[in-house]
């Protein structure tokens, strides 16, 4: 293959891990070890993803393993909002739930319209593509959320107080969360092939595919990203912000609240 | 005072986990007129004390009443909007202040918004100024005026006077007066003395989260009033 790395090439590659070492000693930065592990880490999970991924491709092994497959990017994706928003009861029931929407919304489209066959090698990428970025904006939603709740807890309690429903108090930051959360997508996707060259694109290219083909196929990657980050995160911040009041519309005991109990 | 009669009646009341409780078995009652000042060093209790009278707290332990009803049968909602609240520091929502108002009542037209203005001694051109650009006093006093947007029956104000200069807090201690004259019960949070002895008709003196006096502003400070 044209674009074959090969293992020295990879190695070469780490060249620039090492400048982000020396960035981060030379700032004192401390994220010398993150670094080394997240390299670590990825190395091996790449590796063991590829030789799994070969497997379940292989036209010879049942489908079911793809969908299992996709089963676990969309529980892991919940897990991991979870872990990064604890404050918010139940988010893994939460996130499991808008991963798995952007999952049969980007399926439905996908396979539906017959943008791609439905077979392993189509299946498990686009799973991971869609859901992974949805997870991200999800993530910025549940965090943004609680801090920002915690932040502005006297304007939403000012709210509460003059009788509103928590749903229509937390309103304007909910509106304020969405925005910050989806706009790096949308901004993604304004500067594409201004900006950077995506990820699916440019490994198509390196791997010999015509580039007008290659182009195709990332628009349309590109645009149930677009739609699948937008799923994920109304059904995350949404979602999150019912755990986040009582059933009696009072806000919860957040991290970083500076409420006076004076 | 009767526990009907009460304004507000707190029964064994507890707040917080065991080992940090903010009030602790707190027992007291609140008449149903006049102003009742609720005083006391800081974290005693006194703004916990405020938010269960409209359940923005609620107790972990004990019961509070409204007029001989506990408050955990009431709709909150709708309590709230009866009993309505300012707070220390205030808290003036994005754009102007007609908007402000439209939070509290959304039917608040220019006339109505004129009128409520006036209520708290601001023009009624201040009705189209942004809310983020008014000073400490008018903004507390158009937060005085969106929680009177609602009609309530009683007012809770918790330390509203705390962020504001001599001159603004005099201002915002008359309207407290007037609305009391006018009949609306208004339960003021202070920490100091020398207010607590202009303003009150009736004083509770909170300390660590329990009651240690209550009374005339001269009982409760120990005279000099």
């Given at each position: 293959m044209e674009g074959d790395v090969g293992y020295g090439g990879l190695a070469i590659s780490l060249v620039l891990v090492a400048v982000a070492l020396a960035i981060s000693l030379r700032l004192r930065l401390r994220l010398e070890r993150e670094l080394v592990v997240s390299v670590a880490r990825g190395f091996v999970q790449l590796l063991i993803v590829g030789v799994a991924l070969a497997l379940v491709i292989?036209?010879?092994?049942?489908l079911v393993w793809s969908w299992l497959w996709v089963a676990g990017i969309v529980v892991f994706a919940a897990a991991t909002v979870h872990r990064r928003a604890?404050?918010?009861?139940?988010l893994f029931w939460i996130a499991l739930v808008a991963n798995g929407a952007t999952a049969v919304v980007g399926f439905a489209i996908t396979f539906g319209l017959g943008i791609?066959?439905?077979e392993g090698r189509t299946l498990v990428p686009i799973a991971g593509i869609l859901v992974g970025n949805a997870m991200k904006s999800g993530i910025v939603a549940a965090e943004r959320l609680v801090e920002a709740l915690s932040e502005q807890r006297a304007e939403v309690e000012a709210r509460l107080a003059l009788g509103q429903p928590s749903l229509q108090a937390s309103r304007p930051i909910v509106r304020s969360v969405l925005r910050t959360a989806l706009s790096p997508q949308i901004e993604n996707t304004k500067g594409l092939g201004l900006v950077f060259l995506p990820g699916a694109m440019t490994g198509l290219i390196l791997a010999g595919v015509d580039p007008a083909d290659a182009v195709l196929v990332q628009l349309a990657i590109m645009y149930l990203i677009l739609g699948g980050t937008a799923t994920t995160t109304a059904i995350t911040a949404l979602g999150a912000v019912r755990r986040l009041?009582?059933?009696?519309h009072r806000l919860v005991a957040l991290p970083r609240s500076t409420r006076d109990t004076g | 005072m009767s526990g009907s009669a009460a304004l507000f009646s707190f029964e064994s009341v507890s707040v917080g986990p065991s080992g940090a409780?903010?009030?602790?078995?707190l027992g007291a009652e609140l008449p149903a007129e006049g102003l009742t000042a609720i005083a006391g060093p800081s974290g005693s209790g006194k703004s916990t004390l405020l938010r269960l009278c409209n359940r923005l707290e609620v107790p972990s332990a004990g019961v509070v009443r409204h007029h001989g009803t506990d408050?955990?049968?009431?709709d909150p909602l709708e309590l709230r909007r009866e009993v309505a609240m300012v707070f220390q520091r205030p808290v003036t929502f994005a754009g102007t202040v007609h908007d402000n108002l439209r939070e509290a009542d959304?039917?608040?037209?220019a006339a109505r918004a004129a009128e409520l203005l006036e209520h708290v001694g601001?023009?009624?051109?201040?009705?189209?100024?942004?809310?983020?650009?008014?000073s400490g006093g008018e903004a507390q006093r158009a937060c005085l005026a969106r929680a009177l947007a609602t009609r309530p029956r009683v007012l809770l104000m918790d330390e509203?006077?705390?962020?504001?200069d001599d001159r603004a807090a005099a201002v915002l201690e008359r309207l407290a007066r007037r609305l009391v004259d006018g009949g609306t019960p208004v339960v003021w949070v202070t920490h100091s003395d020398e207010q607590l002895r202009r303003l009150a008709d009736f004083a509770l003196l909170l300390v660590g989260g329990r009651i240690d006096g209550s009374g005339s502003a001269r009982e409760v400070t120990g005279g000099g009033g």
């Open positions: 292989d036209p010879g092994t049942p604890p404050a918010v009861p139940r791609f066959p439905i009041f009582t059933a009696d | 409780r903010r009030l602790d078995g408050l955990a049968q009431r959304p039917g608040c037209d601001l023009d009624a051109a201040f009705v189209s100024r942004d809310a983020g650009e008014l509203p006077t705390s962020a504001l």
